[in-house]
């Protein structure tokens, strides 16, 4: 986008959002791996009112707009984001704990960090939700992707989910129109999930906390700590496990810039400080290259990879 248009983006969206809204805003600012190019216009709208806004705009002037999230599980390219970004703001993360018919419910905002709202159902001895204490991402983000960890994952606790279509409009998809995957969740095109209903079950919280422990506990043995990363880079293939097959490849700490492979755990890059999507990105292709050589399997990236390459 030319800086004209953005300045014009920007000006438009500027009373809106109350002056929540630049141009040029790096990236790297907002993502848990400390990487990433400016974005043509930011946003940071605070109701669904303000989204819908700014999904209107878009269509209007036929720019892409990108919802951020939490900002793990991304890499974005060093050139940054073409149009609008969208990280939502505090009015995204609020919830409500109700009860219907003797069932526990949750309803979060999409910028609810999972982790936060696992500790919080714990909290009122609801279950259901312990995987997440090892999920650093948010709601919508969590959703989009089913994210899952030590067993668990989103598909197994939602209800339903609210969010906004192409045009702008408000929908709520019920469970039984959710179709879910390894890794993803199929929602209908270009719909921006603005937040989710998970349903929990009521349990001693001593058993609660002892499995969220044992998460915490996992995490921490296992994951790299100290350095911005996105969390694993590729999915699991089959049965098999893709820390494991790039460990085979002897790539643990193979570095590219200022890009590593863990030590700790061969599927996790960890950003040194000041590596680029460059780096991460040439450290992925080695060891799907050397993975397939080896072991003739091809890795599928978990991480999502957006922007300019």
Not at 44 to 56: F, G, H, K, N, Q
Not at 99 to 110: F, I, L, S
Not at 246 to 258: D, F, N, T, V, Y
Not at 270 to 290: C, F, H, I, P, S
Request: charged share 25%; aromatic share 6%.
């Amino acid at each position: 986008m030319a800086g004209g248009e953005a300045e014009a983006v920007t000006v438009a969206l500027a009373q809106t959002l109350d002056g929540r809204v630049c141009a040029g805003e790096p990236l790297a600012r907002h993502t848990s791996f400390r990487i990433g190019g400016p974005a043509d216009v930011f946003a940071t709208p605070d109701s669904v009112d303000e989204l819908a806004a700014i999904v209107r705009v878009c269509a209007e002037r036929n720019l892409p707009l990108t919802i951020l999230g939490g900002g793990s599980n991304l890499l974005v390219g060093d050139g940054g984001i073409h149009g609008v970004v969208v990280k939502l703001g505090r009015g995204f993360r609020r919830t409500l704990w109700t009860t219907d018919e003797g069932v526990a419910y949750v309803r979060a905002g999409a910028a609810v960090q999972m982790g936060r709202l696992a500790r919080a159902a714990a909290g009122r001895g609801l279950a259901g939700l312990e995987y997440a204490e090892g999920i650093p991402g948010t709601v919508g983000g969590a959703l989009s992707m089913n994210a899952g960890a030590y067993g668990g994952e989103v598909a197994t606790a939602v209800d339903r989910v609210f969010g906004l279509d192409a045009d702008g409009v408000e929908h709520v998809i019920p469970r039984e129109r959710l179709a879910f995957t390894y890794r993803r969740t199929a929602l209908p095109r270009g719909f921006l999930v603005t937040g989710a209903r998970f349903r929990l079950a009521a349990d001693e919280p001593a058993r609660i906390d002892e499995r969220m422990a044992a998460a915490r506990q996992h995490r921490l043995a296992t994951q790299p700590q100290g350095r911005p990363n996105s969390g694993s880079m590729f999915k699991n293939p089959g049965q098999d496990r893709a820390g494991r097959l790039i460990e085979a490849g002897g790539l643990k700490g193979e570095r590219i810039g200022s890009a590593r492979i863990s030590e700790r755990h061969a599927n996790f890059i960890v950003n040194e400080g000041g590596a680029r999507a460059a780096d991460v990105k040439a450290l992925m292709d080695l060891a799907q290259r050397v993975v397939w050589e080896r072991s003739g399997v091809w890795l599928e990236p978990e991480v999502r990879l957006v922007g300019r390459w």
